[in-house]
């Protein structure tokens, strides 16, 4: 970006090129590496905010920053939060663990109530017997299907 310095009467009086913002922490993913490691050694119980006090940044968003930097830094943060949601993941085994709140911590991770769809939502089974005419069997608890459900209303 040029920055143009102007006097009172708008004539330019120097340009300079600069980048926005503070310098990064970690010119390399490898020197960023090191301190993740040592973090990840140094705790029992690893956080996603105890990993960016660590690494010397000052929010959970400066980390999640550098995944933006470039492909090796993204692939340096990924790899540290999955480390962090192994070891909730692994909290769900244990059993003086609060359930709750490794589930709610596991959902900021994006795990989420997976819902199956319940089998009145599927249409009915069509059976083929050997003469090549279509019999419909209705799905238990469904209600009417087909040529019953006319026979139904019938009654």
């Known amino acids: 970006m040029t920055c143009t310095l102007a006097s009172q009467s708008g004539r330019k009086q120097s340009q300079r090129r600069h980048r926005l913002g503070r310098p990064r922490r970690y ?4 020197q960023m590496q090191e301190v993740i490691d040592a973090y990840f050694a140094s705790v029992a ?3 996603i905010t105890g990993l960016a006090i660590a690494l010397g940044l000052t929010s959970r968003q400066a980390l999640l920053n550098y995944e933006g930097y470039s492909p090796e830094f993204s692939d340096t943060t990924k790899r540290a939060k999955l480390r962090v949601e192994h070891e909730y993941e692994l909290l769900l085994r244990d059993p003086t663990a609060k359930p709750a709140a490794v589930i709610f911590a596991l959902k900021n991770f994006g795990w989420g109530k ?3 769809p319940a089998a009145t939502d599927l249409p009915p089974i069509q059976m083929i017997f050997n003469d090549g005419g279509p019999a419909s069997v209705p799905v238990p608890g469904a209600g009417p299907q087909g040529s019953d459900r006319a026979a139904a ?3």
């Open 27 to 30: 010119e390399t993913p490898e």
């Open 45 to 47: 119980r690893p956080t």
């Open 114 to 116: 997976r819902q199956e």
């Open 153 to 155: 209303e019938d009654a």
